[in-house]
Protein backbone atom coordinates (compact mmCIF):
# COMPACT_ATOMS: atom_id res chain seq x y z
CA UNK A 1 0.00 0.00 0.00
CA UNK A 2 1.22 3.62 -0.81
CA UNK A 3 2.18 5.71 2.67
CA UNK A 4 0.32 8.78 3.69
CA UNK A 5 1.20 11.61 1.09
CA UNK A 6 1.08 15.51 2.19
CA UNK A 7 1.04 18.24 -0.51
CA UNK A 8 2.93 20.66 -0.87
CA UNK A 9 6.27 19.55 1.19
CA UNK A 10 7.39 22.99 1.75
CA UNK A 11 5.75 26.21 1.58
CA UNK A 12 6.56 30.15 2.40
CA UNK A 13 4.06 32.38 2.41
CA UNK A 14 3.76 36.23 3.82
CA UNK A 15 2.23 37.47 6.94
CA UNK A 16 -1.87 37.89 6.27
CA UNK A 17 -2.07 35.21 4.15
CA UNK A 18 -4.00 32.21 3.93
CA UNK A 19 -2.56 28.43 3.02
CA UNK A 20 -4.31 25.05 2.25
CA UNK A 21 -2.65 21.69 2.87
CA UNK A 22 -3.51 18.38 1.69
CA UNK A 23 -3.05 14.96 3.16
CA UNK A 24 -3.64 11.49 1.17
CA UNK A 25 -4.49 8.78 3.85
CA UNK A 26 -3.29 5.21 3.60
CA UNK A 27 -5.96 3.25 1.30
CA UNK A 28 -8.81 1.87 3.17
CA UNK A 29 -8.09 4.85 6.33
CA UNK A 30 -11.31 5.98 7.35
CA UNK A 31 -9.33 8.93 10.07
CA UNK A 32 -6.75 11.27 9.49
CA UNK A 33 -5.44 13.66 11.97
CA UNK A 34 -3.36 16.63 11.76
CA UNK A 35 -0.73 17.86 14.09
CA UNK A 36 1.71 20.81 14.46
CA UNK A 37 5.23 20.38 15.18
CA UNK A 38 7.16 22.96 16.28
CA UNK A 39 10.79 23.10 18.36
CA UNK A 40 9.04 25.34 21.32
CA UNK A 41 5.52 23.67 21.37
CA UNK A 42 6.38 20.35 20.17
CA UNK A 43 3.75 17.58 18.77
CA UNK A 44 0.21 19.34 19.04
CA UNK A 45 -2.84 18.25 17.77
CA UNK A 46 -4.81 20.08 15.68
CA UNK A 47 -8.26 17.76 14.69
CA UNK A 48 -9.44 14.70 13.50
CA UNK A 49 -11.49 13.52 10.82
CA UNK A 50 -13.77 10.22 10.70
CA UNK A 51 -15.41 9.67 7.65
CA UNK A 52 -15.99 13.73 6.35
CA UNK A 53 -16.93 14.57 10.09
CA UNK A 54 -14.61 16.11 12.72
CA UNK A 55 -14.55 13.52 15.54
CA UNK A 56 -12.42 15.67 17.54
CA UNK A 57 -10.34 18.71 17.88
CA UNK A 58 -7.33 20.81 19.50
CA UNK A 59 -7.02 23.83 20.90
CA UNK A 60 -6.25 26.29 18.26
CA UNK A 61 -7.69 29.35 17.11
CA UNK A 62 -10.70 29.50 14.55
CA UNK A 63 -8.00 30.34 11.63
CA UNK A 64 -7.02 26.74 11.81
CA UNK A 65 -9.99 24.57 9.57
CA UNK A 66 -9.90 21.26 7.89
CA UNK A 67 -12.00 19.42 5.99
CA UNK A 68 -12.38 15.70 4.63
CA UNK A 69 -13.51 14.22 1.43
CA UNK A 70 -15.59 11.25 0.71
CA UNK A 71 -12.79 9.44 -0.23
CA UNK A 72 -11.00 9.78 2.68
CA UNK A 73 -8.18 12.55 1.42
CA UNK A 74 -8.26 15.50 3.98
CA UNK A 75 -7.39 19.16 3.66
CA UNK A 76 -6.36 21.67 6.65
CA UNK A 77 -6.65 25.56 6.09
CA UNK A 78 -5.15 28.64 7.84
CA UNK A 79 -6.20 31.56 7.13
CA UNK A 80 -4.48 34.88 8.23
CA UNK A 81 -1.31 33.55 8.38
CA UNK A 82 1.10 34.99 11.44
CA UNK A 83 4.08 34.30 12.37
CA UNK A 84 4.39 31.55 14.96
CA UNK A 85 2.05 29.81 12.50
CA UNK A 86 5.76 28.54 10.63
CA UNK A 87 5.63 24.93 12.00
CA UNK A 88 5.75 21.21 10.47
CA UNK A 89 2.54 20.12 9.71
CA UNK A 90 1.64 16.34 10.19
CA UNK A 91 -1.46 14.23 9.01
CA UNK A 92 -1.64 10.67 10.58
CA UNK A 93 -3.55 8.12 9.05
CA UNK A 94 -5.59 6.30 11.51
CA UNK A 95 -6.47 2.51 11.80
CA UNK A 96 -7.41 0.36 14.14
CA UNK A 97 -8.67 -3.23 13.77
CA UNK A 98 -11.12 -4.74 16.40
CA UNK A 99 -9.52 -5.17 19.69
CA UNK A 100 -6.10 -4.18 17.72
CA UNK A 101 -3.90 -0.64 18.85
CA UNK A 102 -5.18 2.51 17.28
CA UNK A 103 -2.41 3.15 15.28
CA UNK A 104 -1.16 6.31 13.36
CA UNK A 105 0.56 6.25 10.81
CA UNK A 106 2.47 9.61 10.11
CA UNK A 107 2.79 11.20 6.42
CA UNK A 108 6.34 13.53 5.63
CA UNK A 109 4.37 16.53 6.96
CA UNK A 110 4.77 20.37 5.16
CA UNK A 111 6.82 22.88 6.57
CA UNK A 112 5.24 25.62 6.34
CA UNK A 113 7.73 29.32 6.26
CA UNK A 114 6.13 32.39 7.30
CA UNK A 115 7.54 35.47 6.77
CA UNK B 1 -5.82 20.32 30.90
CA UNK B 2 -4.16 16.68 30.78
CA UNK B 3 -0.11 17.37 30.44
CA UNK B 4 2.60 14.49 29.26
CA UNK B 5 6.30 14.83 30.53
CA UNK B 6 9.18 12.79 29.77
CA UNK B 7 12.26 12.47 30.81
CA UNK B 8 15.03 13.15 30.30
CA UNK B 9 14.69 15.85 27.44
CA UNK B 10 18.31 14.76 25.72
CA UNK B 11 20.55 11.57 26.50
CA UNK B 12 23.81 11.06 24.78
CA UNK B 13 25.02 7.77 25.09
CA UNK B 14 28.29 5.54 24.04
CA UNK B 15 27.15 3.01 21.61
CA UNK B 16 26.35 -0.23 23.74
CA UNK B 17 25.20 1.35 26.49
CA UNK B 18 21.46 1.14 27.82
CA UNK B 19 18.72 4.22 27.16
CA UNK B 20 15.81 4.90 29.35
CA UNK B 21 13.47 7.65 28.78
CA UNK B 22 10.30 7.98 31.29
CA UNK B 23 6.84 9.93 30.70
CA UNK B 24 4.44 10.92 32.83
CA UNK B 25 0.90 11.73 32.51
CA UNK B 26 -1.37 14.04 34.80
CA UNK B 27 -4.04 11.87 34.33
CA UNK B 28 -4.53 8.95 34.12
CA UNK B 29 -4.77 7.04 30.37
CA UNK B 30 -6.51 4.80 28.80
CA UNK B 31 -3.34 3.92 26.51
CA UNK B 32 0.07 4.87 25.48
CA UNK B 33 1.47 5.18 22.23
CA UNK B 34 5.37 5.48 21.69
CA UNK B 35 6.56 6.91 18.24
CA UNK B 36 10.24 7.33 17.13
CA UNK B 37 11.21 10.45 15.00
CA UNK B 38 14.53 10.30 13.12
CA UNK B 39 16.16 13.92 12.19
CA UNK B 40 14.69 15.29 9.38
CA UNK B 41 11.89 12.46 9.37
CA UNK B 42 8.18 11.98 10.67
CA UNK B 43 7.39 10.36 13.96
CA UNK B 44 7.04 6.53 13.15
CA UNK B 45 4.28 4.26 15.23
CA UNK B 46 6.28 1.40 17.81
CA UNK B 47 3.94 0.40 20.12
CA UNK B 48 0.48 1.11 22.08
CA UNK B 49 0.32 0.09 25.82
CA UNK B 50 -3.20 -0.55 27.16
CA UNK B 51 -3.15 -2.56 30.05
CA UNK B 52 -2.23 -1.50 33.19
CA UNK B 53 1.23 -2.89 34.18
CA UNK B 54 2.02 -4.55 30.58
CA UNK B 55 5.35 -5.04 29.79
CA UNK B 56 5.79 -5.43 25.80
CA UNK B 57 9.61 -5.73 23.98
CA UNK B 58 10.40 -5.42 20.77
CA UNK B 59 13.84 -6.87 19.90
CA UNK B 60 16.12 -4.38 21.63
CA UNK B 61 13.05 -2.67 23.35
CA UNK B 62 11.27 -2.94 26.16
CA UNK B 63 7.90 -1.03 26.85
CA UNK B 64 6.49 -0.50 30.57
CA UNK B 65 2.75 1.03 31.25
CA UNK B 66 2.60 2.06 34.90
CA UNK B 67 0.63 -0.03 37.52
CA UNK B 68 -1.80 3.71 37.88
CA UNK B 69 -1.86 4.12 33.82
CA UNK B 70 0.13 7.35 34.57
CA UNK B 71 3.76 6.44 33.01
CA UNK B 72 6.05 4.56 31.19
CA UNK B 73 8.78 3.84 30.08
CA UNK B 74 10.89 2.86 27.04
CA UNK B 75 13.98 0.58 27.63
CA UNK B 76 16.64 0.05 24.96
CA UNK B 77 19.60 -2.38 25.58
CA UNK B 78 22.77 -2.02 24.13
CA UNK B 79 21.86 0.96 21.23
CA UNK B 80 22.97 1.14 18.03
CA UNK B 81 23.82 3.96 16.19
CA UNK B 82 20.92 3.01 14.17
CA UNK B 83 18.73 3.96 17.60
CA UNK B 84 19.46 7.88 17.05
CA UNK B 85 16.33 9.72 17.07
CA UNK B 86 13.68 11.68 19.36
CA UNK B 87 11.25 8.89 21.68
CA UNK B 88 7.96 10.69 21.75
CA UNK B 89 4.85 8.84 24.45
CA UNK B 90 1.63 9.92 23.54
CA UNK B 91 -1.36 9.75 26.17
CA UNK B 92 -4.75 8.92 25.29
CA UNK B 93 -6.94 9.93 28.50
CA UNK B 94 -9.79 7.30 29.48
CA UNK B 95 -12.62 8.91 27.60
CA UNK B 96 -13.38 7.31 24.09
CA UNK B 97 -12.76 9.95 21.28
CA UNK B 98 -10.12 12.20 23.08
CA UNK B 99 -7.14 13.20 21.23
CA UNK B 100 -3.62 11.83 22.01
CA UNK B 101 -1.34 14.31 23.85
CA UNK B 102 2.10 13.72 22.69
CA UNK B 103 4.99 14.94 25.23
CA UNK B 104 8.23 16.60 24.48
CA UNK B 105 10.36 13.74 23.33
CA UNK B 106 13.57 12.54 24.52
CA UNK B 107 16.17 13.34 22.00
CA UNK B 108 19.05 10.37 21.74
CA UNK B 109 22.47 10.78 20.43
CA UNK B 110 24.45 8.00 19.90
CA UNK B 111 28.12 8.03 19.70
CA UNK B 112 30.12 5.07 18.18
Known amino acids: KAGVTQTPRYLIKTRGQQVTLSCSPISGHRSVSW????????LQFLFEYFSETQRNKGNFPGRFSGRQFSNSRSEMNVSTLELGDSALYLCASNFQE???PYEQYFG???????T | GQQVMQIPQYQHVQEGEDFTTYCNSSTTLSNIQWYKQRPGGHPVFLIQLVKSGEVKKQKRLTFQFGEAKKNSSLHITATQTTDVGTYFCAGRPGNYGQNFVFGPGTRLSVLP
Not at chain 1, 35 to 42: A, K, N, S
Not at chain 1, 108 to 114: A, H
Open chain 1, 98 to 100: TGG
Open chain 1, 35 to 42: YQQTPGQG
Open chain 1, 108 to 114: PGTRLTV
